[in-house]
């Protein structure tokens, strides 16, 4: 249940290097229907129509505050210009769109494992299924990046990586994962982030049941164009709409 809305900015904050948190009204009836996983299309102010959308994951909804909010990274042009967007002006906003995370009743114990920005959409399970055991596996590039650990504390056993050793654990966070899956084995793993990351990861986790959410480039954002086709199961599927988030097995690109 898709809307297109034109926002005004309640606030977009940095809360780590490059890294900001954009804070927005989200009406009753989206609330009620997203699913946490799903992504917003967003307008960028002032860019005309000469720039597409960009596509950013849900990072929270505040279903008593009836906001929605969205952890970026200043990437390049079009994140960068809503970078510099100040709280008041008016954002177009089309949302929520894509699957989100299938999390079933049965799925009690479940890991969140996430690369940089990708940690952004993982959050949002908490408000959605708060009665579930959780833990997180975050990793960044260096303590200057990490972000939203203290959220991420509320309520899962945090375990965070850097790739230089400024801060946690030195190294990657799918290392981290693979000591801790000799002891013990979640329902389910839901992971964000990029490639190189989704690869490192299929090659740990064995036999768990692991959701991935993809960052495939998009133009249209609702299954209109095709830009975002990815192999899922030997078939061609659109990310925006079939995705972001399929079942790691299937997706040929990691194997
Ligand atoms: C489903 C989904 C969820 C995402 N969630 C987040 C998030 O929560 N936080 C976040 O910081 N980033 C997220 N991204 C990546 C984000 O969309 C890109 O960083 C952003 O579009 C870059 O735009 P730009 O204009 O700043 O960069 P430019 O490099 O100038 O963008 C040029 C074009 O490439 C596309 N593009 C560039 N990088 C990516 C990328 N990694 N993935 C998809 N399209 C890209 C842009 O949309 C644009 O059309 C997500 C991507 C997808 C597909
Ligand atoms: S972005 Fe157009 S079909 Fe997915």
Redesign the pocket.
Known sequence: MKKQLNVEILSNEEIAENTYLLKIPCPEDVLKFFRPGQFAHIGIPGAGELLLRRPLSINSVDYEKKEAHIAYHAAGKGTTILRDAKAGSTLDVLMPLGNGFAVKPAMRKIWLVGGGIGCAPLKSVFGKYADREYKAFLGFQCKSAVYQESDFKKYADVNISTDDGSYGTHGFITDVLREALETAQPDVILACGPLPFFRALVKVTRDVPVQVSMEQH????????????CSVGGENR????EGPVFDSREVDVLW
């Open positions: 998009m133009g249209c954002g609702t299954g209109g164009c095709a830009v975002c086709v659109r990310v925006c709409v």
